[in-house]
């Protein structure tokens, strides 16, 4: 009896080694996890610098979903018979691996828009190069449109010439909406991460045909200051309102201790790999968007109080 359970818990364990190395290996090297550490702490922190293992192989997560970013930063391929549409498109040096991801699965000339969640260089940085190959439209809120315009105009940290950066193009507002084919997509402005922070709502993703509603919130938190605080908290009280999310796209896989919890992308990946016929699906998870949503309100509820009592002190 006990030799047999053993035997079963190294087939176990085996299946599970098997299934991290089909499901999200590197193109060059395959990914190891540092003892127990989440592996979104390996991309995100511990070989964050590490280009060859950040190229993640692409996969599939619904019937009409694909991750193609790197390990780090997220790109979401969504496809529909009218069009696709590309979230984020992370930056050099990974454009080329998440532009032969996005040719694993479709023609680049049908993706018609590529939405960004923020101007902030990691999301955004591929935009100018997908746009040049695929001739999609670049979605984005004007106030990160200026961020984006003020980065390409400043030579890079090091001295570098300006990246390359998308040319202004569609402009979006709070409530605008949009329609490729059985995608009705409604935009959000959820300020505070930056200034021009866009969530879309009304992604609709299907598992073995059955339609679940996924959101991508494009950024939370807070930069600093008691306006951002003020703004992040707007945000994210507004976030709230937007009911009958069952699946969160997230622009950064990020697992616990201080990230999503019962994983992030990677981590539900890994899942995915597993999961059996009839198993429930890992990405579809409306408990925790709910609680994870409310932690985020009461976060910056306080952050707000913390920025209040900072101001008050240096009057
Ligand atoms: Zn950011």
């Given at each position: 009896m006990r030799t047999a359970r053993r035997v079963m818990m190294i087939a176990a364990s085996c299946l599970v080694a098997v299934a991290l190395n089909a499901n999200v290996s590197g193109t060059a090297a395959a990914p190891e996890q540092?003892?127990?550490?989440?592996l979104s702490k390996t991309y995100r922190?511990?070989?964050?610098?590490?280009v060859e293992f950040q190229k993640l192989a692409p996969f599939k997560v619904f019937d009409n979903l694909y991750y193609v970013g790197p390990g780090y930063v997220s790109v979401w391929l969504l496809t529909t018979p009218q069009g696709d549409i590309l979230f984020d498109t992370a930056q050099e040096p990974y454009v080329d691996h998440v532009i032969a991801g996005i040719k694993k699965y479709v023609?680049?000339?049908?993706?018609k828009y590529i939405v960004l969640s923020h101007g902030h260089l990691d999301h955004f940085g591929g935009a100018a190069r997908i746009q040049e190959l695929t001739g999609a439209r670049v979605v984005a809120i004007d106030q990160d449109w200026k961020m984006i315009e003020d980065v390409g105009s400043r030579p890079g940290?090091?001295?570098?010439?300006p990246p390359r950066v998308p040319k202004r193009d569609m402009v979006v507002k709070e409530g605008d909406t949009l329609t490729v084919g059985d995608q009705h997509l409604i935009f959000h402005w959820t300020?505070?991460?930056?200034p021009g922070v866009l969530t879309t709502e009304g992604i609709t993703v299907y598992d073995g045909g059955k339609p679940y509603k996924a959101i991508v919130w494009g950024g939370g938190g807070y930069r600093g200051g008691l306006k951002d605080a003020e703004d992040g908290k707007a945000s994210t009280d507004k976030v709230a309102t937007i009911k009958g999310v069952q699946v969160n796209l997230q622009i950064h896989s990020w697992a616990e201790p201080v990230g999503y919890p019962g994983g992030g992308v990677l981590e539900r990946s890994l899942l995915l790999a597993k999961r059996k016929p009839g198993d429930p699906h890992p990405f579809v998870d409306p408990v925790t968007w709910t609680n994870w949503v409310k932690r985020a309100q009461d976060t910056m509820a306080k952050s707000v109080e913390t920025e209040k009592q900072k101001a008050a002190a240096a009057k």
């Open positions: 540092a003892g127990s550490e989440p922190v511990t070989r964050a610098k590490d023609d680049p000339k049908d993706i940290r090091d001295g570098s010439p300020p505070g991460h930056t």
